[in-house]
């Protein structure tokens, strides 16, 4: 399998076709799931093929926003099928890779190490230190798309949002989920000061 071709083809068209309104699930979010990836299977103990599989998997998992808005995990596992078997993928890598795929697809359903990592990775930032910087770049995207109407109805579905959320791998739960329960007792918070003015 041609790695670097996998990588660069895809980053190519991430950079050149993606629309601007696309704030956050951009060349950025992908970037920065690839590396939070890296550094999870780095501590869960995976390598190998695994890991290979794992950073394609990272590259593409929201391509499918270069060709529709709505189910776009579908679309990037179509990218998947259609591009990687010239490259030198197995039918049975590129059945991993859009199982990866699909796994993040919310609510997240990994069915194995690799797929939690993955889901991990994608949601990385929800027990970062610049969840708020990025969250915004979301709001920016859902208001571009006319998906929210404003700040209340933004975090009542962030509230929503991290409420339900979970983490897959003891490496997330131990080192983000502190973080991210601080960040919903905040929000909670704003919530309640401002629910009477909508």
């Given at each position: 399998?041609?790695i ?5 083809y895809?980053?190519r068209r991430?950079?050149?076709?993606l629309?601007k309104e696309?704030t956050?699930?951009?060349?950025e ?12 299977a780095a501590?869960e103990?995976?390598?190998?093929e ?8 990272a590259?593409y998992h929201d391509?499918g ?11 990037g ?10 490259m ?6 590129v059945?991993?890779?859009r199982?990866?795929i699909?796994?993040?697809k919310v609510?997240?359903s990994?069915s194995?190490h690799v797929?939690?990592?993955?889901c ?9 230190n610049d969840?708020k910087?990025?969250?915004?770049t ?6 571009n ?8 109805e933004?975090?009542?579905?962030q509230?929503?949002f ?5 983490f897959?791998?003891a490496?997330?739960?131990g080192s983000r989920?502190?973080a991210?329960q601080a960040y ?7 919530l309640?000061?401002?629910?009477g003015?909508?």
């Amino acid at each position: 399998m041609d790695i670097q071709a996998a990588k660069a083809y895809i980053l190519r068209r991430l950079k050149e076709e993606l629309p601007k309104e696309r704030t956050y699930h951009s060349l950025e979010h992908t970037l920065d799931v690839y590396a939070s990836a890296i550094d999870i299977a780095a501590m869960e103990g995976v390598g190998g093929e695994d890991l290979v599989l794992l950073k394609i998997a990272a590259l593409y998992h929201d391509s499918g926003f270069l060709l529709q808005d709505l189910e776009h995990e579908e679309a990037g596992c179509r990218i998947v099928q259609e591009h990687l078997p010239p490259m030198g993928f197995t039918d049975e890598q590129v059945v991993r890779i859009r199982s990866m795929i699909m796994a993040t697809k919310v609510p997240q359903s990994p069915s194995n190490h690799v797929e939690r990592i993955l889901c991990d990775a994608d949601l990385d930032y929800l027990g970062r230190n610049d969840f708020k910087r990025i969250a915004a770049t979301l709001y920016e995207e859902l208001m571009n798309y006319g998906a929210i109407k404003g700040e209340l109805e933004w975090n009542e579905l962030q509230v929503r949002f991290l409420e339900n959320h979970k983490f897959h791998t003891a490496t997330s739960i131990g080192s983000r989920e502190t973080a991210k329960q601080a960040y919903l007792e905040e929000l909670r918070r704003w919530l309640r000061q401002h629910a009477g003015s909508a």
